[in-house]
């Protein structure tokens, strides 16, 4: 969560599709810190993109693809959050990850 780099969202949009109802059980506090932290970012990489479409930055495209995995990872949160989607088979464990 500290880098917010595309990669770890990916692998946190992974790892909450898979267990995050386990997390959610096991762990409610965490996830309650995961939502915030993730919201902290996603509202400061938006005030970003802003500033940056104001400069005519040319990399603003990457900017909102990024912010598209990040509507992800708060769409992911917000399932989690309101006890949402099913347990996956895939992943039974947090020691399996």
Known sequence: MKSFAEPDIE?????????????????????????E???QKKNSYIAHIKMAEA???PAVDEMKQKLRKINFLSMEL???????????????SIEHL
Not at 13 to 21: Q, S
Not at 78 to 92: L, M, S
């Open 78 to 92: 917000a399932d989690i959050k309101n006890n949402k989607g099913a347990t996956t088979i895939q992943v039974r």
């Open 11 to 35: 692998i946190l949009i992974f790892v909450l599709h898979n267990i995050g109802l386990q997390l959610r059980k096991e762990e409610p506090t965490a996830i309650k810190d995961i939502i």
């Open 55 to 57: 400069d005519n930055d």
């Open 37 to 39: 932290l993730a919201e």
